[in-house]
């Protein structure tokens, strides 16, 4: 069945240090995305990627990087990480972004940052 | 600024009644809108996808509107079951093409109570 994997589920991190969410599709679909979920808002787009070896940034990427090394895998690097981003992290696939696409959500990975 | 609103907030129904959620949005263009249902702790799951002016869409229990002139969409659950209990997430994808992006309301939750 195709899925999309998030690890960890869960993480405590100290501010100022460096966090790395993993994610692992087997959908194989082209795009992945990573969004964060703050309680009371919408999921934002932190970064996209539409092919492996290339990122692009989303509506809020500042204090984030990523990474795709390969179509399957999408990391987001927190390098030093602060109170503020502390929130709900999901990773998604899509073969495409139209009317048509196929969207699947990882079950994500809660962050706290102390 | 807010482009996808939804309302209410929170809903508590028993089980067997049936419910309406609201999504008023501004996004422009608006090329289509996803309803997406999120069990506590878990991914989102999508329920339908509604494109054209006046579109209606039938899934099951779950049916969706969508009016394109008053940029409003409703998702109609029927007979709710204990298992309906989750939240709802109204989005919409602002253009077909690769660039397009998807904007998400911040959901109601949904308790269905015996």
């Known amino acids: 069945e195709a899925a999309v994997t998030q690890s960890p589920r869960s993480k405590v991190a100290v501010t100022g240090g460096k966090v790395t969410l993993s994610c692992h599709q087997t959908?194989?679909?082209?795009?992945m995305y990573w969004y964060r979920q703050d309680t009371g808002h919408g999921l934002r787009l932190i970064h996209y990627s539409y092919v492996a070896d290339s990122t692009e940034k989303g509506d809020i990427p500042d204090g984030y990087k990523a990474s795709r090394p390969s179509q399957e895998n999408f990391s987001l690097i927190l390098e030093l990480a602060s109170l503020s981003q502390t929130a709900v992290y999901f990773c998604?696939?899509?073969?495409?972004?139209?009317?048509?696409?196929?969207?699947?959500f990882g079950s994500g990975t809660r962050l706290l940052v102390i | 600024k807010t482009q996808v609103e939804q309302s209410p907030q929170s809903l508590v129904v028993r089980q067997g009644e049936n419910c309406v959620l609201q999504?008023?949005?501004?996004?422009?263009?608006?090329?289509?809108l996803r309803w997406f249902k999120q069990d506590t702790g878990k991914g989102l799951v999508s329920l339908t996808v509604?494109?054209?002016?006046?579109d209606k869409t039938s899934n099951g229990r779950y049916s969706a509107t969508l009016d394109k002139d008053a940029k409003h969409s409703t998702l109609h659950i029927t007979a709710t079951l204990l298992d309906d209990t989750a939240t709802y997430i109204c989005v919409v994808g602002d253009r077909g093409s690769a660039l397009g992006r998807l904007h998400f309301g911040a959901g109601t939750q949904l308790i269905v109570i015996p």
């Open positions: 509604l494109v054209h002016e006046n």
């Open positions: 998604a696939s899509s073969d495409a972004t139209g009317t048509n696409s196929d969207y699947t």
């Open positions: 959908n194989n679909h082209d795009y």
């Open positions: 999504c008023n949005y501004s996004v422009t263009p608006d090329n289509h």
